[in-house]
């Protein structure tokens, strides 16, 4: 069963996952951990059921509810997903968007982005041909 609301237009299983993935893993890239469960503010013991939080609502995040057709399902996948080692690619564009204050989101929705929006004018004041003339 697929989550009727789609997030932001991107796959779960590729980008928004890794930006999950990169925030769950840094604990243990940092070596704080040994394993993602180990770390006291992760949410991975919450994605997993080993904890319970008012503040989570797994029905509320569009990502995690489109991991399967049922909780188990979810479960299983999130664990697999999370267990993963994120591309070294993905991980400087991520470093690289957080450094510079940026958003890392994937290209296909840069696009859809870039096609809503006016285009970009030239740097400078216009021409007075340019203002006249339309």
């Known amino acids: 069963m697929k989550c009727p609301v789609p997030f932001w237009g991107l796959s779960p299983s590729t980008h928004a996952l890794t930006v999950m993935q990169y925030i769950e893993q840094n604990p243990l890239r940092a070596k704080m951990v040994k394993h993602i469960s ?54 400087d564009q991520i470093r690289y968007t957080t450094r510079k204050g940026g958003h890392y989101i994937s290209e296909k929705f840069k696009d859809q982005i870039a096609g809503l929006l006016p285009k970009k004018r030239g740097r400078g004041r216009p021409r007075s041909r340019e203002l006249c003339c339309k």
């Open 38 to 91: 180990e770390y006291t503010w992760s949410s991975y013991k919450l994605n997993t059921r080993r904890k319970e939080s008012v503040l989570i609502d797994r029905v509320d995040n569009k990502v995690f509810y489109e991991l399967g057709g049922d909780l188990k399902e979810r479960i299983y996948n999130y664990k697999k997903m999370m267990a993963q080692k994120i591309a070294a690619k993905q991980l």
